[in-house]
């Protein structure tokens, strides 16, 4: 969904922002949130997603990102991302990490880490408890 045509949207349920650079992560994961209900916005970088998060300004309440993005991990993602965004809650999805990675992914505010591939009732249990936090 572009910027333009989310402004249309009429929000019952919190708004979730996928970021991942690959349109095969996004599209699954996408369809499974869509079809429970929740609201998805899909964007490909860090410079998408901060223009989304300021158009919304802080309507959107879930990231869920990939580990890595554009060579950025997910705790520099984390931290770049814009000030009004501090209420955002984050689940991250991985290959694979290593336990440095995990802790550097928890020490910078993620809620939850799904390992791929996410299986559909796996996600819906991750949002619906990172939401409740």
């Given at each position: 969904?572009?910027?333009?045509?989310?402004?249309?949207?009429?929000v019952?349920?919190?708004?979730?922002?996928?970021?991942?650079?690959?349109?095969?992560?996004?599209?699954?994961?996408?369809?499974?949130?869509?079809?429970?209900?929740?609201p998805?916005?899909?964007?490909?970088?860090?410079?998408?997603?901060?223009?989304?998060?300021?158009?919304?300004?802080?309507?959107?309440?879930?990231?869920?990102?990939?580990?890595?993005?554009?060579?950025?991990?997910?705790?520099?993602?984390?931290?770049?991302?814009?000030?009004?965004?501090?209420?955002?809650?984050v689940?991250?999805?991985?290959?694979?990490?290593?336990?440095?990675?995990?802790?550097?992914?928890?020490?910078?505010?993620?809620?939850?880490?799904?390992?791929?591939?996410?299986?559909?009732?796996?996600?819906?249990?991750?949002?619906?408890?990172?939401?409740?936090?």
């Open positions: 969904m572009n910027i333009t045509a989310s402004k249309s949207f009429r019952q349920k919190e708004i979730i922002m996928i970021l991942s650079s690959g349109a095969k992560i996004n599209s699954p994961m996408q369809r499974a949130l869509e079809a429970f209900g929740y998805v916005l899909t964007v490909e970088n860090q410079d998408q997603a901060d223009a989304m998060l300021r158009s919304f300004n802080g309507g959107i309440r879930l990231l869920i990102t990939d580990s890595s993005i554009n060579g950025k991990s997910a705790p520099e993602i984390i931290a770049s991302l814009p000030k009004s965004s501090q209420t955002l809650k689940i991250v999805v991985s290959e694979e990490v290593s336990p440095r990675e995990r802790h550097d992914i928890f020490t910078a505010g993620v809620i939850e880490l799904i390992h791929k591939p996410v299986e559909k009732e796996e996600l819906l249990q991750a949002v619906r408890r990172t939401i409740k936090t």
